[in-house]
């Protein structure tokens, strides 16, 4: 079962990557693949026991997937030092909105 649901996982974010390029959008694909991802898990509740195994597996080997993003991003190292401060400040907004973003839903959801 988990290899259908790695394909189908592959697939929605291929399909993903195709509507970004074809709709001419600063979306990335995978984006768009796990946005119609979400819309099959609410349309269709059957769908989560396809991919779960998968999801499972996904989320057990997370740090190991996001190790060559690091890799890579060495080897932009000058790059990366020059715009640090930026850096900095998106990371540290982003990471306070998603924070508020959370918790606001959390009081929403809890009523």
Do not use: E
């Given at each position: 079962?988990v ?19 074809l ?12 946005a ?14 396809w ?12 740090g ?7 890799v ?6 000058p ?7 930026q850096l ?13 973003t ?10």
């Amino acid at each position: 079962m988990v290899t259908v649901g790695l394909i189908v996982l592959i697939l929605l974010s291929l399909a993903g990557d195709l509507a970004a390029a074809l709709l001419g959008i600063a979306v990335p694909g995978p984006i768009l693949g796990l946005a119609a991802y979400l819309a099959l898990l609410a349309a269709w509740p059957g769908f989560r026991s396809w991919t779960l195994p998968a999801a499972r597996l996904l989320t057990r080997f997370l740090g190991a997937l996001i190790v060559p993003a690091a890799v890579g991003l060495a080897a932009f190292a000058p790059f990366v030092v020059d715009v640090a401060p930026q850096l900095m400040l998106v990371i540290v907004v982003s990471t306070l909105v998603t924070g508020l973003t959370t918790a606001l839903l959390y009081a929403g959801l809890r009523r």
